[in-house]
């Protein structure tokens, strides 16, 4: 089979990369759709960044959702968790329709969502390594991530397409069917031979879920490469996302004036770049170099972004967003293959968990770049967000240079 297609030959594999695809499709319509509403009804950055950052209140969670993931089963979490996005947007569809939906009642169902959306792609990652055999790991992780790169593309222009033409309860009609959909899909996920195997091991000497925690802290810990790549993880959720994953509304609106179908292109071009990005690696590899890799395109990641801060046009800023997505594809997905495979497998829920506390620092992010937005302007946050992170990348990679440069230590 070509490097590309290999890992469809793993059936639980094909079932999981349609059901994420499905769910990174609702993601992404109802971040658009429900960003734009809440800056239409209330005309505030402050308020958007409020809503962008609820989507993330589950993040201090993570950890803990790892530990059930090792004790109960990745696959049983993801259908938890997506059964939960289905009756969210089921309740959000109804409002819309009874025509009593309001931004605080959007927040607060935002919130309900935020509990796990956070640990979904940690879940995916784990799921995907207990399924899919060492030698395709690379190769899969890079084709997962399509389905969230495909998505912000194709999710994001229908989303925004739905809502211009049939408004936001029909829009949320879809919504809730892919929801549904993917969960019903991932039930076909096996949970394979070694997962099998891993659970038993632990049912048969349990301590508590505080100790299981406190064991994959320890292993990050003591792990130098896989502490410099959850810290990078960090930096990335700080400094980078905010800037597309939360104001790009704020940008399609007040910076280039340009009205839902603009946002749409916005959210699409960048997607664009980063599933460009996903396919390349997967196609080629570079299994030898993720570290190096990861740094490189990180590098390339906040300086274009820096690029984008400074566009005054919808054209600038879709050009620029493109090539930012393909840097930001190579950097993620390099960072998700060197955790999968550092990471001791009885414990990997726990260390996916664990890393995504740095999902924590997104929303914070998000909301201290409303509040410069309102003293110093977009284009002077953004370039000074770009800025820092860049800085901080280049410390990080000297710092670590041994675990995360060095021709020896980068054959992940």
């Known amino acids: 089979m070509p490097r590309l297609a290999a890992p469809f030959c793993v059936r639980s594999f094909r079932f ?36 962008a950052a609820l ?11 790892g530990v059930a993931g090792d004790r109960v089963g990745h696959r049983n979490l993801l259908i938890a968790a997506r059964a939960l996005y289905a009756a969210v947007a ?42 899919v055999p060492h030698e395709l790991l690379t190769g899969a992780a890079g084709i997962s991530r399509t389905t969230t790169d495909s998505a912000r593309v194709a999710g994001a222009l229908v989303g925004a397409g739905l809502f211009a033409t049939v408004g936001i309860g029909a829009a949320y009609v879809v919504v809730t069917s892919f929801y549904a959909l993917g969960a019903l899909l991932i039930l076909r996920v096996e949970h394979g031979p070694r997962a099998d195997r891993v659970a038993a091991t632990e049912r048969a000497g349990r301590a508590s879920a505080w100790s299981d925690l406190r064991e994959g802290i320890v292993h990050i810990w003591d792990s130098p490469r896989l502490l410099a790549v959850v810290w990078i993880a ?10 597309t994953q939360g104001l790009l509304p704020y940008v399609a609106r007040e910076i280039y004036r340009v009205d839902e179908t603009g946002l749409g292109y916005l959210v699409a071009s960048f997607a664009f770049g980063a599933l460009l990005g996903s396919l390349a690696l997967s196609r080629f590899g570079m299994v030898e170099h993720l570290a190096r890799s990861m740094i490189g395109a990180a590098v390339v990641w ?16 879709i050009a620029s967003l493109l090539l930012t997505g393909f840097a930001q594809s190579i950097a993620m997905v390099s960072h998700t293959v ?4 550092e990471a001791a497998p009885r414990i990997r829920g726990r260390v996916m968990g664990v890393r995504m506390l740095a999902i924590y620092s997104l929303p914070l992010g998000i909301l201290a770049a409303g509040v410069l937005i309102g003293r110093i302007g977009f284009r002077a946050t953004a370039s000074l967000y770009a800025a820092v992170g860049l800085a901080m990348v280049l410390l990080t990679a000297w710092h ?4 995360l440069l060095h021709r020896r230590a980068d054959r992940a």
Request: glycine share 8%; with cysteine; aromatic share 14%.
């Open 16 to 51: 999981q990369w349609s059901a994420d695809l499905l769910t990174s499709w609702a993601f992404e319509m109802e971040t658009v759709i429900l960003g734009w509403y809440v800056l239409i009804a209330t005309g505030s950055v402050v308020f958007l960044t409020i809503f």
């Open 55 to 65: 989507q993330y209140v589950g993040t201090l969670l993570a950890p803990f959702i």
């Open 90 to 131: 089921a309740a959000l569809m109804l409002l819309a329709f009874c025509a009593a939906l309001t931004p605080i009642l959007v927040c607060a169902l935002a919130a309900l969502s935020g509990l796990a959306r956070p640990s979904d792609l940690g879940l995916r990652g784990a799921l995907i390594a207990e399924t």
């Open 234 to 243: 960090f930096l990335f959720n700080l400094a980078a996302f905010p800037m």
């Open 302 to 317: 906040f300086t274009l972004l820096l690029v984008f801060a400074q566009m005054r046009d919808l054209y600038g800023g």
């Open 338 to 341: 060197i955790l999968l495979r």
């Open 400 to 403: 670590w240079r041994g675990v």
